[in-house]
């Protein structure tokens, strides 16, 4: 029994792809701006440089706890503002959800978007 491939160059796998990349792209040049502004900001704020591996036992705890938790949560919401605005002019150019985004969207967001 023969299986059905699909074509690499069919609409729907494209799409896909170009969201992808999109979306990765964004994300990866938010995290690459938020950790440099990051670091000057450590930098700024305590005079000294970012730490480099803060479970290391040279780092004090609080200056460990400080970086996972301004560094975790400033990436956290680079990679969300990225994906967003990349969602935002995905649907402006296309006029639809990215792919995969179609799931977790209310009718109401489906509506804006074809309207």
């Keep these: 029994m023969a299986k059905k491939s699909k074509k690499p160059d069919q609409p729907k796998s494209k799409g896909k792809k170009t969201w992808k990349m999109l979306g990765t ?9 938020t950790t440099k502004a990051l670091d000057a900001t450590w ?12 479970e290391s036992p040279e780092i ?3 200056e ?4 996972a938790a301004l560094s975790g949560l400033a990436m956290g919401v680079a990679k969300m503002y990225a994906t967003r605005r990349a969602a ?9 959800l990215p ?3 179609n799931k977790g969207a209310t009718k109401e967001t489906k509506k804006k978007v074809t309207s």
Excluded: H
Excluded at 43 to 54: D, L, M, N, V, Y
Excluded at 64 to 67: D, F
Excluded at 88 to 96: D, E, P, Q
């Design 25 to 33: 792209t964004s994300a990866l040049v938010a995290g690459i701006a």
């Design 43 to 54: 930098k700024t704020a305590t005079g000294k440089k970012p730490p480099t591996s803060p």
């Design 60 to 62: 004090g705890n609080r």
């Design 64 to 67: 460990a706890l400080a970086w």
């Design 88 to 96: 935002n002019y995905w649907v402006k150019s296309f006029g639809t």
């Design 99 to 101: 792919p995969g985004m």
